[in-house]
T-cell receptor
Framework: NAGVTQTPKFRVLKTGQSMTLLCAQD?????MYWYRQDPGMGLRLIHY???????AKGEVPDGYNVSRLNKREFSLRLESAAPSQTSVYFC????????????FGEGSRLTVL | GQNIDQPTEMTATEGAIVQINCTYQ??????LFWYQQHAGEAPTFLSY??LDGLEEKGRFSSFLSRSKGYSYLLLKELQMKDSASYLC??????????WGAGTKLIIKP
């Protein structure tokens, strides 16, 4: 069981370039999330999806777009990268239940120069 | 605003017991979570509390007092592999998770 898989693991971009982070889960989870993690701060929710074909904004959505491609896959796109988007990005998924335990991918370290 | 407070860093000795505190102020409450995150890795789930009291799971226990907006994670018989960051998160009235910045736990031999 692979769990939650993210690609790429590392990427360096120049300001203004675009890129897409891909996330796939094989646990049949309804909910999927994109977070960013910065030093000294808690995880911050960028966008999330509660099911195929649905997306919603989180705490810090500006500069990011997402697509729930199907039940398994959830992508995060930076259309015009900025240095402020330098961060570690985590994809996560969960069942739709009371405990709401999140299963995280290994993270994608993005540097924008 | 919503806020989760936990100590930035703690140090403990192998074999000892350590308590990591978390206080929160959120718009509503629908559960509190503790996650463990080793350096350079993904967070992994440790515990979930929604009612007051202590939940025990092996060497780890988590306590919740909703009236005080307070939780702690208790780690017993510390091992070197317990060196990690411990993240406290509260689910608010909108079922959104609010995360603390994490407590880095350093274990010394």
């Amino acid at each position: 069981n692979a769990g939650v898989t993210q690609t790429p693991k590392f990427r360096v971009l120049k300001t203004g370039q675009s890129m897409t982070l891909l996330c796939a889960q094989d646990m049949n989870h309804e909910y999927m999330y994109w977070y960013r993690q910065d030093p000294g701060m808690g995880l911050r929710l960028i966008h999330y999806s509660v099911g195929e074909g649905t997306t919603a904004k989180g705490e810090v959505p500006d500069g990011y777009n997402v697509s729930r491609l199907n039940k398994r896959e959830f992508s995060l796109r930076l259309e015009s990268a900025a240095p402020s988007q330098t961060s570690v990005y985590f994809c996560a998924s969960s069942y739709r239940d009371d405990t709401g335990e999140l299963f995280f991918g290994e993270g994608s370290r993005l540097t924008v120069l | 605003g919503q806020n989760i407070d936990q100590p930035t860093e703690m140090t403990a000795t192998e074999g000892a017991i350590v308590q990591i505190n978390c206080t929160y102020q959120t718009s509503g409450f629908n559960g509190l979570f503790w996650y463990q995150q080793h350096a350079g890795e993904a967070p992994t789930f440790l515990s979930y509390n929604v009612l007051d009291g202590l939940e025990e799971k092996g060497r780890f226990s988590s306590f919740l007092s909703r009236s005080k907006g307070y939780s702690y994670l208790l780690l017993k018989e510390l091992q070197m592999k317990d060196s990690a960051s411990y993240l406290c998160a509260v689910r608010d009235s909108n079922y959104q998770l609010i995360w603390g910045a994490g407590t880095k736990l350093i274990i010394k031999p």
